[in-house]
């Protein structure tokens, strides 16, 4: 992760991992804990997941991305949330995050 701009009040925990070049906006919250089991997974590494986010992403205040991989070049809008991996560079935006343009 070089010459990326992380802003204010953003949350990013264990295994993600960011690309070169990528703008993480205010507010923005990774996720790693799917409760598959109904519940938190109460520390268990074994239940987190993955999110990758390739370079040159641009992601939106207030996003929220759950565990994808997110390509290189894509833009997420702010609030938007990403529920499924996102591998075609793209504006994308909503709940959950749809292609708006190429």
Not at 39 to 66: C, E, F, H, Q, Y
Not at 91 to 100: L, S, V
């Amino acid at each position: 992760m070089t010459n990326c701009k992380i802003q204010s009040h953003s949350f990013i925990c264990e295994l993600v991992t960011i690309g070169n070049n990528c703008f993480i906006g205010h507010g923005v919250v990774f996720i790693n804990d799917l409760f598959t089991e109904g519940s938190p997974a109460g520390g268990d590494r074994s239940k987190w997941k993955r999110t990758r986010i390739g370079n040159n992403v641009s992601i939106g205040s207030n996003a929220t991305i759950l565990p994808v991989e997110i390509c290189d070049g894509a833009v997420i809008g702010a609030g938007s949330v990403v529920t499924k991996d996102i591998l075609v560079e793209g504006k994308y935006a909503g709940n959950p995050a749809r292609k708006i343009e190429r």
